[in-house]
C-alpha cells in the first residue's frame, strides 16, 4: 500500500502570507495525485487534479507541481477563506486503490 | 448542477449491519468516465477510501474493509448504495458519498455528498 505523508501537520501563517504544503509518496504514483480542502463540518472540495491542474473553478492562487514521489500544494497569497486543512490524495492501480494523506492544517497565525 | 445526497440511520448497533443509500441528481449515474464512490472520516481524524463502483456493477474496494463492504448500483433510480457488515465503534465516521472523474488520470472525487454522521453504539 502506497503511504501519503503530508508536511508540515500544522502550518500557521497571515493572510497575504503565500503557503507551502508538502505531500511525500512511499513510491512513485506518476502524477495520479490530487488536493483537496476542507472546511469544519463541510465535505472536502476538489483543488487539484494530475498533480499540476486546477479544478473547475478554482482560484489561480491555487497550484499544483511535483511528479513521483513528492509534490506540493502553493497557495500564492492567502485569503481568509484558505484557513481550512488540506489533503492530499494518490491512485494506485494495482492493486486499485485510492489512499489520503493524513492532512495539513492551516491556521491563522 | 450535480447533487449527491447520503440517506440512512445514524445509528447502528455493534455487530450489525451499516447500509446507506446515495441518490445523484442533475446528472446520470450511467455516464462513461465516472465511478461512484464512499469515503468516510472518523471524529476528528483524516480521510478513508472505502470503494468505488461503475454503473455497469464493476466494484473495487480497499482491502483492509474488503471482506465486509458491499457496493451496489441501481441505475433506475439514479442510486448507489454502501453496505459494512459486523460493524464496530471503529466505524463510527461521517461516510461521504462522491463522483470519481476518471476523465483524468488521478481520477479524482470532484463532486461530494454533504455527508452522513453514522455511530456504531448499543
Known amino acids: 500500500e502506497i503511504v501519503l505523508t503530508q508536511s508540515p501537520a500544522t502550518l500557521s501563517l497571515s493572510p497575504g502570507e503565500r503557503a507551502t504544503l508538502s505531500c511525500r509518496a512511499s513510491?512513485?504514483?506518476?502524477?495520479?495525485l490530487a488536493w483537496y480542502q476542507q472546511k469544519p463540518g463541510q465535505a472536502p472540495r476538489l483543488l487539484i487534479y494530475?498533480?499540476?491542474n486546477r479544478a473547475t473553478g478554482i482560484p489561480a492562487r491555487f497550484s499544483g507541481s511535483g511528479s513521483g514521489t513528492d509534490f506540493t500544494l502553493t497557495i500564492s497569497s492567502l485569503e481568509p477563506e484558505d484557513f481550512a486543512v488540506y489533503y492530499c490524495?494518490?491512485?494506485?492501480?494495482?492493486?486499485?486503490?485510492?489512499?489520503f494523506g493524513q492532512g495539513t492544517k492551516l491556521e491563522l497565525k | 448542477q450535480l447533487q449527491l445526497q447520503e440517506s440512512g440511520p445514524g445509528l447502528v448497533k455493534p455487530s450489525e449491519t451499516l447500509s446507506l443509500t446515495c441518490t445523484v441528481s442533475?446528472?446520470?449515474?450511467?455516464?462513461?468516465?465516472?465511478?461512484w464512490g464512499w469515503i468516510r472520516q472518523p471524529p476528528g481524524k483524516g480521510l478513508e477510501w472505502t470503494g468505488i463502483?461503475?454503473?455497469?456493477?464493476?466494484?473495487y474496494y480497499n482491502p483492509s474493509l474488503k471482506s465486509r463492504v458491499t457496493i451496489s448500483v441501481d441505475t433506475s433510480k439514479n442510486q448507489f448504495s454502501l453496505n459494512l457488515s459486523s460493524v464496530t465503534a471503529a466505524d463510527t465516521a461521517v461516510y461521504y458519498c462522491?463522483?470519481?472523474?476518471?476523465?483524468?488520470?488521478?481520477?479524482?472525487?470532484?463532486?461530494w455528498g454533504q455527508g452522513i454522521l453514522v455511530t456504531v453504539s448499543s
Open positions: 442533475g446528472g446520470s449515474i450511467s455516464s462513461s468516465s465516472y465511478y
Open positions: 494530475d498533480a499540476s
Open positions: 513510491q512513485s504514483v506518476s502524477s495520479y
Open positions: 462522491a463522483r470519481h472523474d476518471c476523465s483524468s488520470t488521478s481520477c479524482p472525487f470532484d463532486y
Open positions: 490524495q494518490q491512485r494506485s492501480n494495482w492493486p486499485l486503490m485510492y489512499t
Open positions: 463502483i461503475y454503473y455497469s456493477g464493476s466494484t
